[in-house]
């Protein structure tokens, strides 16, 4: 009997890890490219283009975010947004809090002459692909 008990669990277990390996991970060079797309959109003042990176569980303001941050800090975002280096990245292939892999980025830019740090959360799960949250801030 244990040993019907004990074979019941590691299937489950094996076909469990299976499924998990089936998930499609989000690729170092699809991250960037992602967010890398998402900047110029924003940059080109094509913020409708910028949604399209959203993932669809999370729609955002893109222009209202944008206009928020350039009063606040005082910068223009249209003039440009350099990255000029990742600074961190993490990758899991299964993230329960959002049922799927998620691909974490942070990198240093500069926005009119204006030192900031992004950092970006790319998910995919059933729901979709595309940009899950992300934030610019002063560089700590």
Do not use: W
Request: include cysteine.
């Amino acid at each position: 009997m244990k040993i019907k008990a004990i074979l019941s669990l590691v299937l489950v277990l094996a076909l469990a890890f299976s499924l998990v390996g089936c998930a499609k991970r989000v690729k170092k060079s699809e991250a960037k490219e992602t967010a890398e797309a998402f900047l110029d959109a924003v940059a080109s003042g094509d913020f409708e283009g910028a949604k399209g990176y959203l993932h669809p569980e999370k729609p955002l303001n893109v222009e209202k975010y944008f206009d928020d941050k350039e009063a606040l800090i005082g910068i223009d975002f249209q003039k440009g947004i350099e990255i000029k280096r990742y600074t961190s990245n993490s990758s899991s292939a299964y993230d329960s809090e959002v049922d799927g892999s998620e691909y974490d980025l942070e990198a240093n830019i500069i926005v009119d002459g204006v030192a900031l740090e992004l950092d970006i959360e790319i998910v995919r799960n059933d729901l979709g692909y595309g940009i899950y949250s992300f934030d610019i801030d002063y560089n700590d």
